[in-house]
């Protein structure tokens, strides 16, 4: 059985930190590209904030490069999502998602998707 589980998700401060992870069963990371997405409340989901190709290179978009960094740790099949310097503007339930296949950045969609987590950054 395939299954991602998030968590890590929370209330934070402005301007703080939190580290998501996601939990993968079923998948190996050798295999697949596992990435981030959100969806902020009344709008539509982003497209793919941070992404780990199966060979570990990574992607992030441009609207959060330089605060949001993805990494993976192969022996607990887990996925990470650093987020730093946290603003209003990111609260969204965030999402992990996994495919083999990464045609393009933009509009990639992959094949499976966690249930979410909750980032809430307000003081």
């Known amino acids: 059985q395939v299954q991602l589980v998030e968590s890590g998700g929370g209330l934070v401060q402005p301007g703080g930190s939190l580290r998501l992870a996601c939990a993968a069963t079923?998948?190996?990371?050798?295999?697949?590209?596992f990435g981030w997405f959100r969806q902020a409340p009344g709008k539509e989901r982003e497209g793919v904030l941070c992404l780990v190709h199966s060979d570990g290179s990574t992607y992030c978009a441009d609207s959060v490069k330089g605060r949001f960094t993805i990494s993976r740790d192969s022996t607990k099949n887990t996925v990470y999502l650093q987020m730093d310097s946290l603003s209003p503007e990111d609260t969204a339930v965030y999402y992990c998602?996994?495919?083999?296949?990464?045609?393009?950045?933009?509009?990639?969609?992959?094949?499976?998707w966690g249930q979410g987590t909750q980032v809430t950054v307000s003081s």
């Open positions: 998602a996994a495919s083999t296949i990464v045609a393009t950045y933009s509009n990639w969609e992959p094949d499976y």
């Open positions: 079923g998948f190996s990371l050798d295999y697949y590209a």
